[in-house]
């Protein structure tokens, strides 16, 4: 079975730097696009980039020019790098994948995966 196992959530003070990964393991084929999504409290879930297996790139208005999305095929990881973090920026980030993979009974289909979330936290 496919798993995504994400790191690097955290505190950290406004104007802060982090650095998220998100490593995708299991019977996989291929993977197309990643992407990270967080969900503030009493909020929907909202997709933060996304980037595609040719490398194309998509951001949210809310962190352009802050939020740098990027992969290491060789490794099946994603990693989102947060500079200039605000407190808005506070939310669990849940790393995706869109992957073609066999499961237990060796059947080869492509779905969404979903990280476990790990917890971002800006404040003073």
């Known amino acids: 079975q496919v798993q995504l196992v994400e790191s690097g959530g955290g505190l950290v003070q406004p104007g802060g730097s982090l650095r998220l990964s998100c490593a995708a393991s299991?019977?996989?084929?291929?993977?197309?696009?990643m992407g990270w999504y967080r969900q503030a409290p009493g909020k929907q879930r909202e997709l933060v980039a996304v980037?595609?297996?040719?490398?194309?790139?998509n951001y949210a208005e809310s962190v352009k020019g802050r939020f740098t999305i990027s992969r290491e095929h060789a490794k099946n990881t994603v990693y989102l790098q947060m500079n200039s973090l605000k407190p808005e920026d506070t939310a669990v980030y849940y790393c995706n994948a869109n992957i073609l993979a066999a499961d237990a009974k060796s059947i080869v289909s492509v779905r969404d995966y979903w990280g476990q979330g790990t917890q971002v936290t800006v404040s003073s």
């Open positions: 299991g019977s996989i084929f291929a993977i197309n696009a």
């Open positions: 980037i595609t297996s040719g490398d194309s790139t």
